[in-house]
């Protein structure tokens, strides 16, 4: 530390970074909550909470059963990843990654703070150092990204065929997108050794090293075809349990539409929560959702209750499950000092 910058100065400038983050954070929240109500302004509330209280229970077992699938591949595809790095057991990563969504609802920068504890927790299982942990996530996070826009260009004719030429947004966004996340992906299989090398000319700082040996895993791995295939089959698994399990919530209220829609309605919707950085995407997910099957013929009062339904289901298979697994890893004297990290995770 440079002697002109006293500890106590370092002090108030953490603090106030962190409530300048948790203050961007409720802004966040409270604009995405306000944009879910003006979506659902014309919707009448007492005909959502008669579809919700009536929909059908074997097609809500249904959509938890495929949620809790989307948690069970989440796991299994990080557990493969890293295996590619370091021996590790795949059955693992199921408490490993129940815990990070639950603590990383509390977290500003939720899918930072998510990966750190993710990597932090998996360090304490199999050693190796948090920093290389993150590289399986990093690239983890770019494959599910590319795997969205491979489900969203899949499904641009049949949107096409429904909307007419309107539609053309759709594959044109999604092929620019892909373009620019498969670029991503080739130039940290390229150029990651030389960054590498880089920081390891630089003076040591805090995130200095653990860039350094995160940058040399996700390089690694992204030049890795079987860890790359994994990934990306993981990613589209993911993809289609979501849109399926949101296909079945709109089975339980009644609304008759082709799978399809539902997926492309979680495509949208999940590209934007992820963008706006709302803990969880709450709020902006559902919002967009409902535009989506809305936008296709679902009455707004079926395409309000299936959303919640299913995004409810979410939170629910979140708090449940990452409460059990919390309780787990705290009771292997796991969780101490992961909180920490992961609060100080870049945002």
């Keep these: 530390m440079p002697p002109s910058m006293p500890s106590g100065t370092l002090v108030r400038r953490h603090v106030g970074r962190s409530r300048l983050r948790r203050a961007a954070v409720v802004a966040i929240v409270l604009c ?3 944009l879910l109500a003006w979506q659902l302004r014309s919707a ?6 008669r579809l919700i209280v009536s929909a059908s229970p074997a097609w809500l077992a249904a959509a938890l059963a495929l949620t809790l699938a989307r948690f069970g591949v989440s ?5 493969s990843l890293t295996r590619r790095l370091i021996p590790c057991r795949r059955r693992a990563f199921v408490p490993i990654t129940m815990t990070a969504q639950l603590v990383g609802l509390a977290i500003p920068g939720v899918r930072a703070g998510a990966a750190v504890v993710r990597a932090a927790l998996a360090n304490r299982r199999f050693g190796g150092g948090v920093a290389l942990h993150l590289a399986p996530n990093l690239l983890d996070q ?3 990204a590319v795997s ?3 489900v969203a260009l899949a499904l641009a004719p049949a949107v096409a065929a429904g909307r007419g030429s309107g539609s053309i947004r759709l594959p044109v966004l999604a092929t620019v997108a892909l ?4 670029t991503a992906v080739a130039a940290l299989a390229r150029w990651a050794p030389r960054i590498e090398a880089w920081l390891g000319t630089r003076p040591p700082r805090r995130w200095t090293g653990a860039g350094r040996d995160a940058l040399g895993g996700a390089g690694q791995l992204a030049a890795d075809r079987v860890a790359l295939a994994i990934g990306l089959a993981g990613g589209l698994a993911f993809a289609v349990s979501t849109g399926l399990a949101q296909h079945a919530a709109l089975l ?10 539902a997926l492309l309605a979680v495509a949208v919707g999940g590209t934007a929560g992820t963008l706006t950085g709302a803990p969880g995407g709450v709020g902006v997910t559902e919002a967009a959702q409902i535009a989506v099957l809305a936008a296709h013929g679902v009455s707004d009062e079926q395409a309000a209750a299936a959303v919640l339904l299913a995004r409810g289901l979410h939170y629910a298979v979140i708090l449940v499950g990452g409460s059990v697994a919390a309780a787990w890893e705290w009771g292997r004297g796991e969780l101490e000092g992961v909180l920490d990290e992961a609060r100080e995770a870049p945002s």
């Design 32 to 34: 995405a909550l306000a």
């Design 44 to 49: 009448d509330p007492a005909a959502i909470r």
């Design 75 to 79: 796991a299994w595809r990080l557990g």
């Design 142 to 144: 770019l494959l599910v």
């Design 148 to 150: 969205w826009m491979l």
């Design 179 to 182: 373009v620019l996340l498969v």
């Design 252 to 261: 339980a209220v009644g609304a008759e539409v082709p799978w399809w829609i």
